[in-house]
Every structure is written in C-alpha cells, then in structure tokens.
C-alpha cells in the first residue's frame, strides 16, 4: 500500500503512506473529508472511476501517487497526486515553462500534479479530516512532497485550480501563486430567464432570443435528466456524444476518458450528474446533449456533443438550458468549463483562479520568482480588458 513514513516527531501517532491507487484507501474516510466541499470532483467515487476505467493511469501518462496521513488506522489528510510525463489534459498551459527546461537541458517531466484530472474548475487543496491541526498537517504534508521530489529528481509539483482560501497557506510554504481566468455565470437574484436576459444590453438579449427561438424553429427540444431521471443507456450515450466531439478536433480532440468511466456513472454518480439532452420533435433518441455535474449550488458544465448540425444547438445545450435549470434549481455559480471567449458574450465574466507552483531546480526555481509577478500582471490585464466589454448593463444599486 505504498511507502509508510513517520511525519513527525510530535506527532506520534501519525503516518505518513504514498499511495497508488484510489481502491487501497478507504471511501468513507476519504469523503469524510471531501464532501464537505462546494465542488464533486475531490470525492472518492469520482478520482476512482478515473482509475478504474482506464484514464488515469500510467499508459496514459497520469500516475496517481496520492499522499495521505494516518491516525492509526483512520485517514485523516490526502492530498490527490499524480506524476505526470507531459502536460495534457490540464487546462494550464505550461508548455513554455517545459520548453525553457529544454533549452537549459532540465528534465522538465515526470512532474507532480495536484488537481481533479482532465478538469478545470477552482477547488483544490489538500484533505484534512475536521478536529485535526490543518495548519500542521499542512507543512508536513509539504515538507514530504518536497523530501518526494527531491529525492526523486522530480522537477516542480504544481496545484491548479487551487482553492483561494487554501491557496494562502501554500504560499507561505514556498509556492509560487500564477493567475489564470475562467468563465463564471453567477445568480444575480435571478428568479426567471427572463430575469438574466435583462441583465443585457438590447441588442445581446435580441441575440439570445434569437438564438434559443433557432432550436424551436428546427423541430428540437430539450429535456433535463437527473438523478432517478437517468439510465444507463443515457450515460451510455454521454460517452458517444464526447467521444464525437473530440474527433471532430483530431490531435487537439482532448479525449482523455474511456466509455467505461461514463458507463460507471449510473446508479452511482446520478445524484450528481446533470444530462441536458436535444430530441427531435418526432424522436425519442437524443440527437445532442450536454454532461454536467452538481453539488450544493453550484454546476459544473463538463462535455458534450451532437450528431446533427443545428444552428445554436451548442449554445443552447451548454450555456441557456443550463442557465434556466439553474435559476429554478437554486444554483448560485455555474462553470461552463473550458474554453472560449464566445461566453462573455452569455453573461459569463472572466473570472480569477490560480495555480501554484513550485520548482525543485534552482535555475528553474530563479527563473519563476523572477517573472511569475510580471506575468500575472499581464494576466489581470487581460481580465480586466475582458470584463470591460461585457454586453451586460450595469446592476441597480438600491
């Protein structure tokens, strides 16, 4: 089960196991910790499924090596880890920093990687179990990550997406914060849709009116498919749908999971999947769907597809009918995933995340905490640039 150290002197009764897979470790434990928290993608069924179908594993270049502390035989903190040969399938583009290690002759990969793999969404830190010394775990559970890296010659470990209240501590641990920006919808007090359409200028809101009567006009519907609402066959299609979408962009495609963990989803994960699926009028069949998860008040846009061509039907499957199962859901933030500057435009503002970053080779190390602070300043530039031309009118002060 991995290699056991003692962390700590003054803590007894504590040990400290590198772990590699998500089946050695106990689930009620582990989601004792993780779901307490806003988003789905730290919980123990989710990171296992990433295993167990095939995506997350050392063919594809996704080690997993998790660190965990033990209390006796309780879990008590865990910190999801995996080495890494490349960098795909992480939404944070670190390509030029493995370039310059090239060219100074650094073996930049393997790497360790902390996130929920293959997604982009803000909310990574480490596992701590309630009633335990967080602050002191913390720096133990540092202090072996950078002893593993060490030792191992690995180049940096890196946190993405890593949560904004965590992230502090890390920093004063040494890490190196790198600004980023995702597309974030929020609830405003909406009640209706009619509510955020309001929230545009007039010529946007004509867009969008425009753009959700274009699926009505073609024949299509949508229905929403949650919880006792989805099937195995649904969950199926989910995979079919994705797995289109990437072949579509060939090398560029991004598809990293297998039918397998789709295929898991159901009975399990219904309660936090959301499918919104398009049928044809005289169909029974899903022509074209979009794969989100919930938990609490937030949604998480994930994938999707189409088999058809239909002017809007993007739009309106990743973006407006989310949107509208939203506000009459109770969701407050919704993250439409990865991608393009077309969002602002639907009412989705740049927002901050970081990653956080450190490098075990002392070139590599001098290299980022000389130009790290100038290239986030470039970066909220561009953030600010961004949300200075949303078509969004201002809010009522009361």
């Known amino acids: 089960m991995g290699i056991t150290i003692n962390p700590s002197e003054a803590l007894t009764d504590y040990t ?8 050695d470790l106990p689930s009620a434990d582990w989601d004792r910790m993780a779901r307490p928290l806003k988003t789905p993608f730290f919980e123990w069924f989710w990171l296992n499924s990433m295993e167990t179908s095939g995506s997350t594993i050392a ?13 006796k035989d309780k879990l008590v903190a ?3 880890l995996y080495l890494k040969g490349h960098s795909r399938g992480e939404f944070v583009f670190d390509h030029q920093w493995a370039d310059l290690a090239e060219q100074l002759g650094i073996d ?11 997604t982009p969404a803000e909310g990574y830190r480490f596992l701590i179990a309630e009633g335990e010394d967080e602050a002191t775990l913390t720096q133990v559970m540092v202090a072996a990550i950078d002893q593993f890296c060490l030792q191992n010659h690995i180049s940096g470990c890196h946190f993405l997406y890593a949560d904004p209240v965590w992230q502090s501590a890390l920093e004063s641990l040494g890490f190196h914060k790198w600004l980023h920006h995702s597309y974030i919808w929020k609830n405003e007090g909406y ?6 359409l309001a929230r545009f200028n007039a010529n946007q809101r004509r867009n969008i009116k425009r753009e959700r009567k274009s699926v009505a006009k073609a024949g299509l519907h949508f229905e929403v498919h949650t919880g006792d609402g989805l099937s195995d066959t649904l969950c199926n299609l989910v995979y079919d749908f994705y797995s289109d ?4 962009f060939g090398w560029w495609g991004s598809k990293y999971l297998t039918r397998k963990f789709f295929q898991q989803l159901c009975p399990e994960y219904c309660d936090r999947t ?26 998480y846009g994930r994938y999707w597809g189409a088999f058809e061509e239909y002017n809007h039907l993007h739009f309106n499957a990743c973006y407006y009918e989310p949107i509208d199962w939203a506000i009459n859901n109770g969701i407050q933030l919704f993250d439409p995933g990865a991608g393009g500057r077309h969002k602002k435009r639907r009412g989705f503002p740049a927002a901050a995340n970081h990653s956080l970053h450190k490098f075990y080779h002392p070139t590599l190390a001098q290299v980022l905490d000389n ?13 600010d640039s961004i949300n200075a031309n949303l078509p969004l009118k201002p809010l009522a002060v009361d």
């Open 16 to 23: 400290l196991r590198w772990v590699s897979q998500m089946e």
């Open 59 to 71: 063919q594809t270049g996704w080690l997993p090596n998790h660190l965990t502390i033990w209390c």
């Open 78 to 80: 865990a910190a999801p």
């Open 108 to 118: 930049y990969y393997p790497k360790l990687l902390g996130m929920s793999p293959f």
């Open 191 to 196: 009640s209706t849709f009619d509510d955020y």
């Open 245 to 248: 979408t990437c072949d579509k």
């Open 274 to 299: 959301v499918i919104f699926a398009a049928y044809a009028d005289d169909s029974n069949d899903p022509i074209g769907m979009s794969f989100c998860l919930t938990k609490g008040e937030r949604l």
């Open 371 to 383: 130009y790290i602070d100038r290239i986030n300043t470039a970066e909220q530039q561009d953030i």
